[in-house]
């Protein structure tokens, strides 16, 4: 069982200014464009949300429900660059660290580099830091899976930690508000409200077919992730964009065969973490760098996405004829795999606030 943590900051753009100029603390503060020339609103602070306004609403709208309200533009140079701070924070506790978005990350901390087995603990950790070093506050969810630790991330906002165990899953999951699920948009929430589906105990009654007739392919992500199934990985930037393995060579290959071999082996190894990330990839990437350090890199990019050894090894060999130069000798080889599809991107929406009751957590979780 993995152990997926999801770290959301609490009113990212308008913390990060309250935290530049604390005379703005306890104000509500909406980040956004100008209220004048019809701006939207980028975030508000959580006082400023208690006056109804939210991301997305028309900056002048704010102003009305609340026209005492301290308004900023974005500064979004400064807040990209907090992201890139916040993210070298999650990368103290493990490798495997997922960019959701500006102000979210998943993390899998199944094995991480505290060696503590609690996921809970690594989550208060990580919180504390955040708040510690870069004075802004996040909020985080633990659990078994990405569906429900962005769940979880969710219940306890702002400056909270929740955590769904694998015993909690299936009543949270029961009395889970089908609009609320993480991936059913507007749209499809009242499509399924037509369908009678109110809730996560409605979805379970429906069998996979009527929901992949209804909904497509997202219809059997439906279905899984209300039985707490959920087995998307967390896909770091490197692997996001590409796989890709390479050898230095103790001696300089010269041997066409040996050349060969040389390259199926790596094909095998970018195989496996590709398998290992349910990754496919279009573009085979061949580099070759002679004695001299000389680098050729050459890509082919085929009709369907691959991942198996054979057919990335067929493509490597293709791109080895094609580029290499008889006779020269081989220091370095390398073989990438990149072009991926897009993730399924579930629909986003608006952060949600849900009251729970809630078990603390067993000791191992
Ligand atoms: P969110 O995490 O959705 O919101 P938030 O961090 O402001 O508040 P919460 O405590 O509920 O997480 O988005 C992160 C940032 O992205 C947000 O601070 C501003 C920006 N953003 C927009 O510019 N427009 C939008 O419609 C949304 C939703 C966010
Ligand atoms: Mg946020």
Known sequence: MRKIIH??????????????????AGLPLVIGGDPQARGVVSTASYEARKYGIHSA???????????????????????????????EIFRRFTPTVEQAS?????????????????????????RRAIFE?????????????????KMAS???????????????????LAALPIEKFHGIGEVTARKFLKMGVKTGADLLQL?????????????????????????RPVVTEYERKSVGRETTFQQDLVDMAQIRAETVLLAEKVSA???????????????????????????LTGENRIYRAADIAQTALTLLEKTMLPGRKVRLLGVTVSNFAEEEAPETLPPVQLEFNFDPPPENF
């Open 7 to 24: 770290v959301d900051m609490d009113a990212f753009f308008a913390s990060v200014e309250i935290r530049d100029n604390p005379r703005l």
């Open 207 to 231: 069998d996979k077919t009527i929901l992949t007739a209804n909904f497509g392919k997202a219809g059997d992500f439906y279905y899984h992730i209300v039985r707490g199934e959920d087995d």
């Open 273 to 299: 973490r590709l398998t290992e990330n349910q990754l496919a990839g279009r573009t085979v990437t061949l580099k070759l760098r002679y004695e001299n350090f000389q680098t050729v890199t050459r890509a």
């Open 154 to 172: 969710e219940k306890r906002k702002p400056n909270g930690l929740s955590v769904i165990t694998p015993a909690a899953a299936p009543a949270f």
């Open 57 to 87: 609403m028309p900056a002048r709208r704010a102003g009305e429900l609340c026209p005492s309200a301290v308004f900023m533009r974005p500064d979004i140079a400064k807040y990209v660059e907090e992201s890139h701070v916040i993210l």
């Open 133 to 149: 070093e870069r004075g802004i506050t996040a909020s985080a969810g633990v659990s078994f899976n990405k569906f429900l630790a």
């Open 102 to 126: 500006i102000d979210e990350a998943y993390l899998d901390v199944t094995e991480n580099y505290l060696g503590n087995p609690s996921a809970t603990l690594i989550a208060m950790a990580i």
